[in-house]
T-cell receptor, first 112, second 110 residues
Framework: SAVISQKPSRDICQRGTSLTIQCQVDSQVTMMFWYRQQPGQSLTLIATANQGSEATYESGFVIDKFPISRPNLTFSTLTVSNMSPEDSSIYLC?????????FGPGTRLLVL | KQEVTQIPAALSVPEGENLVLNCSFTDSAIYNLQWFRQDPGKGLTSLLLIQSSQREQTSGRLNASLDKSSGRSTLYIAASQPGDSATYLCAVKGNTPLVFGKGTRLSVIA
């Protein structure tokens, strides 16, 4: 199993600003995943982050808007840039160990 | 493109009832299917994972079944309790990353 922590747990931000979300895992993992859950919707994968290489973004998500860092095997950050109210969501970090995927507690973001 | 549908979207039952949540997926070429629980405003807790070669998995009062050929899975919850109240999400893993359904919001009334 894996225990994942995220910071901050929630934030309220102004339009046009940026927020960096941190994800820490209690074990070394190859891939870390970042998801978004918009209000009333299910989870959508933003990108997959491998240590030592560029993140791989899903269709509809771009690096300029959601830059990701992966400096080591237990840590990653996701930045939500130039925020608009449409970015209000829960952002979740996830890892896979064996066949099972585990999720962090999420970061609840409200953009005014 | 894989699509995952969960029915019903919401369910309210009295405490003690047995219940079934449904999940269907359009592409049967999956590696596994995972059921998660999400409490309001929180992250996801993994409940059960079924490999594509398996028919069912059990954990305590939970039993998940998988019929890959028909693209269906069910999550059976026995003797429901108010603490089971949450949103239950189904997700399938194929050649793409996990694809999620929208979930079933369960309320168990004491």
């Amino acid at each position: 199993s894996a225990v994942i922590s995220q910071k901050p747990s929630r934030d309220i931000c102004q339009r046009g600003t940026s927020l960096t979300i941190q994800c820490q895992v209690d074990s070394q993992v190859t891939m870390m995943f970042w998801y978004r859950q918009q209000p009333g919707q299910s989870l959508t994968l933003i990108a997959t982050a491998n240590q030592g290489s560029e993140a791989t973004y899903e269709s509809g998500f771009v690096i300029d808007k959601f830059p990701i860092s992966r400096p080591n095997l237990t840590f990653s950050t996701l930045t939500v840039s130039n925020m608009s109210p449409e970015d209000s969501s829960i952002y979740l970090c996830s890892v896979q160990t064996g066949e099972t995927q585990y999720f962090g507690p999420g970061t609840r973001l409200l953009v005014l | 493109k894989q699509e995952v549908t969960q029915i019903p979207a919401a369910l309210s039952v009295p405490e003690g009832e047995n219940l079934v949540l449904n999940c269907s997926f359009t592409d049967s070429a999956i590696y596994n299917l995972q059921w998660f629980r999400q409490d309001p405003g929180k992250g996801l807790t993994s409940l059960l994972l079924i490999q594509s070669s398996q028919r069912e998995q059990t954990s305590g009062r939970l039993n998940a079944s998988l019929d890959k050929s028909s693209g269906r899975s069910t999550l059976y919850i026995a003797a429901s309790q108010p603490g089971d109240s949450a949103t239950y999400l189904c997700a399938v893993k194929g050649n793409t990353p996990l694809v999620f359904g929208k979930g079933t919001r369960l309320s168990v009334i004491a």
